[in-house]
């Protein structure tokens, strides 16, 4: 009945069809060009992590670009992560009784708005730090559950691998250490092995592939720049999230008064605590926020909430309390199908891929984009490897540098794209400084594009 009910609330919006988004082009960009044979990094300038980048690649071979693939995996993706942390928590006793509420939250409040149903690395790292969780709550003895403590470790790898900020839960696996394992300095230098071999693996291919320099650059140093730029207008993001942070403020407050439970619990409480302060600070490392960053959160929701709908609230109130939730997300869910997005305003426009771009002139072609308008991807190929445009600024931000000129001049000599879009202004000086690349470019009728003709 569970997967019956999120599946009943998730699949309509997405087989209706979800307007397409620029994140989820991005990543099929960057899965479409790693299939044709170009490496991350190297051949592809963005800060997609890479476990997160094979994610896509692999969607890619299987079914190209596919709005409803990705959505469909991102569906399949938020099920397992809701399963997976109700069985752990079942399976070690956390409550007083074993139950799937905390599974019917994860669900429902993760079907709050489209933004749940894209394939984000997010998404991807969230799974295997859920996947770590067994392993950090584990109770160890010396020599007996060292294996277990490195899978914990390995799994946040894995989940840093996917999104580099998710490396904060080493936060939580240290703390889950200093609570539950016998040898805190010695178990916690094991999951931090455990850590660092999925990395240290890609660091050696990276070397031997000479990408070692990019990998650094654009994917250890790129993504830590705690600031705040919300996507959506801070009010709306406000109203999409007040349902969520209702509950769980209210599920705090119920823990409050708790009778006296077994020490494990006790301690798994403080974990979960730490949890959930290590989602926000994860938050505040994002280049942007929206609703679909609070995936991060739903672990912590999950958990309390079984406190406030076991609590000894009356039960027409926590039904009360439980259907006015499930109202709140199928309202803001399908508020444009029903016709109440004049009333219930959030505004997501800026999540949307810009209609227009060149694709009215320009269809199935290699294109370089000199600019942040991915819409001009849309039915065509990516050549060079300026995807991201705050990245190319290495190369197009220091034209009057001779490495820079001659780094470019490799780059279109391997492959030039058929069309050109100027959204920077930049083609005078291009011409001017790479005549035997960029003269061959001719303007077009459409404006700020240009068309290759010899």
Known sequence: ????????????????????????????????????????????????????????????????????????????????????????????????????????LYLLVGSLTFEFDMLTPLLIGNTFVILALPYIITISREGFENNRLFVGGFMVGLAALSYLPLALFLL??????????????????????GFAFPYAVLFTYYLYTNTASHFVEMHLLQPWQFGINTLLPPSHLALALSLPAAILLLSLISTTSLPQRLVFQGKFQQLMTVWLLVSGLALITRQELSVGSFVVVLPPIAYFSEFLFTSRMKKWILNLMFFILLGGVLLIRYRQDLGLASIIKIDDSELLLPKGGASGAVKGSPVLVL???????EHNQLATPYLNWRLSQRHFGHLDEYQAVYDLYQNFRQ????????????????????????????PTQTAAVYKKVR
């Not at 988004?21 to 963005?46: F, K, Q």
């Not at 600019?371 to 991807?377: I, N, V």
């Open 415 to 442: 492959e030039s794209p058929e069309y050109i879009v100027d959204l920077a202004g930049l083609m005078p000086q291009l011409k001017h400084k790479l005549p035997s690349v960029f003269d061959g470019y001719a």
């Open 371 to 377: 600019g942040e308008d991915l819409s001009y991807y």
């Open 172 to 193: 939580v696996a240290a703390f889950g250490v200093v609570l539950f394992a016998s040898n805190t300095f010695r178990s916690f230098l094991l999951m931090l092995c």
């Open 1 to 104: 009945m569970l997967v019956l009910l999120f599946l009943a609330i998730r699949l309509p919006l997405i087989f209706l069809g979800i307007p397409a988004t620029s994140s989820e082009l991005l990543h099929m960009l960057v899965g479409e060009r790693m299939a044709d044979g170009y490496a991350m990094y190297r051949d592809i300038y963005d800060t997609t992590a890479p476990l997160s980048a094979f994610v896509y690649w692999t969607i890619d071979v299987v079914a190209g670009r596919s709005y409803l693939s990705y959505r469909l995996v991102a569906t399949f993706l938020l099920l397992f992560q809701a399963i997976m942390f109700n069985v752990a928590l079942n399976r070690h006793q956390v409550y007083a009784g074993k139950g799937y509420i905390p599974a019917l």
